[in-house]
């Protein structure tokens, strides 16, 4: 039965996204055993990869690199293995190369770029981008194609501004376009929450379940 790893650092709504990546699981009428964890032994040997995250930047860097052994396990099973990884808000954002909240913050740098405060032209528009937003096609890629037309639950501050236009592979609008999801070989991640953002959500998770890059 194949594995995949929640990433539990501290940081994320780990009870929603478990029962929805159970749940999507189920859908796709596979066995999946989807473990909540740290161990870097669990995390090195899984068969795919999922980093959630909320909160600041810095503060999350922290906590990932505070779990002894947890990046090198995740670079172990992404990197060397090519296992399929999905970064979820912050957790996406922690794939740039840098992090521009509270100062400079380093980051994975798995898909080079890095995160600013989002800026809209529209004064009248509030930060942070909160409530649902509709996604539009960046290029053609596995996990965003079912659900590109829909609309999914944001609510962050800042964005990733990707250094290779081609890395992103759906796009959001809120005073100005903002980078919704990205893809880089096996490495993927998704600003907005698929957890909250209902059977759409759900199908994302699905795709990602079954992708094969």
């Known amino acids: 039965m194949p594995t995949l790893a929640l990433i539990d650092y501290g940081s994320g709504n780990l009870r929603s996204a478990e029962k929805a990546l159970v749940e999507a699981a189920r859908r796709s009428h596979r066995d999946w055993t989807v473990a909540v964890t740290f161990d870097p ?11 959630p995250g909320v909160g600041a930047f810095a503060a999350c860097r922290a906590l990932l690199h505070a779990r002894d052994g947890l990046v ?13 990884f999905l970064g979820v808000c912050v957790g996406m954002q922690l794939l740039a190369t840098r992090g521009l ?24 528009l509030k930060v942070p981008h909160m409530g649902w937003n509709a996604l539009a ?5 596995a996990i965003v194609d079912g659900a590109a037309s829909g609309h999914m639950y944001f609510t962050h501050s800042y964005a990733l501004h990707a250094a290779d236009p081609s890395d992103v592979i759906a ?36 795709d990602f379940l079954e992708w094969r890059p």
């Open 72 to 84: 090198e396990a995740m670079s172990e099973a992404v990197q060397t293995r090519g296992a399929p």
């Open 101 to 124: 909240e509270f100062g400079e913050t380093p980051g994975l740098d798995w898909i080079p770029g890095e995160v600013r405060k989002i800026t809209p032209t529209d004064h009248a």
């Open 41 to 51: 032994e669990t995390v090195a040997g899984a068969d795919r990869v999922v980093l």
């Open 171 to 206: 796009w959001t609008d809120h005073g100005g376009p903002i980078v919704a999801a990205v893809a880089r070989g096996n490495v993927a991640g998704v600003q907005f929450h698929p957890e909250k953002s209902q059977a759409r959500g759900l199908r994302l998770l699905g």
């Open 137 to 141: 096609p960046g290029r053609d890629h």
